[in-house]
């Protein structure tokens, strides 16, 4: 599926899903015998979104790790997974938006070859289903923590579905101090 922006005219290898504001980049391959090439990112995708990607981070994960879930008030992330497969989890948690606590998840990685476009205000994160390599770019420098937030991956109010079957995911000690929704100030939560 591809999307038509009126200002351009032109296709973007993006669609929208159920999170208002959220968006899937298909990633194409173009592949030969000595292997294979992708554009992974293209500022032309996100037309309608006016934001300077300064950073770029990467994130190794070993199977069984979940990262999340993370919001912020002030970055807008795109995950791409160039090693290995994620399950990436989202909520809305932005209480203006038509689609406020929806939530969607998704594979994302070598069998599922496509970039997340993740806008402020949405929580996100990731299960690692193989070791897995996670890039994003964000619009923010890292700010030593100020824009880290956190909710709770198992809240029981979002219940995400994270495929887990069982599985205890192993956390960091910051994510296992994330705290259910509800018991989140209002000031602390996404506007």
């Known amino acids: 599926m591809t999307m038509r922006d009126d200002t351009t005219q032109m296709l973007l290898p993006i669609h929208p899903i159920t999170i208002e504001a959220v968006y899937v980049a298909t990633i194409k391959a173009y592949e030969d015998d000595r292997g294979r090439f992708m554009e992974t990112f293209k500022r032309e995708w996100f037309p309608s979104v006016n934001w300077d990607r300064i950073q770029c981070n990467r994130s190794d994960s070993k199977a069984g790790v979940l990262r999340g879930l993370h919001y912020h008030h002030k970055q807008i992330d795109y995950w791409y997974v160039p090693r290995g497969v994620v399950r990436v989890g989202m909520v809305d948690l932005r209480p203006n938006s038509k689609t406020y606590m929806v939530t969607h998840t998704m594979e994302i990685g070598e069998r599922h070859n496509f970039g997340v476009f993740i806008p402020i ?5 990731f299960y690692a289903i193989t070791d897995a390599s996670l890039t994003y770019m964000v619009n923010n420098y890292y700010d030593g923590g100020g824009d880290e937030n956190g909710v709770a991956w ?24 994330n705290r259910f929704l509800k018991n989140i100030p209002s000031a602390e939560r996404p506007k």
């Open 121 to 125: 205000g949405v929580a996100h994160g």
């Open 154 to 177: 198992n809240d029981p109010d979002i219940n995400l579905d994270w495929g887990l079957n069982g599985a205890t995911p192993l956390l960091s000690p910051r994510d296992e101090k």
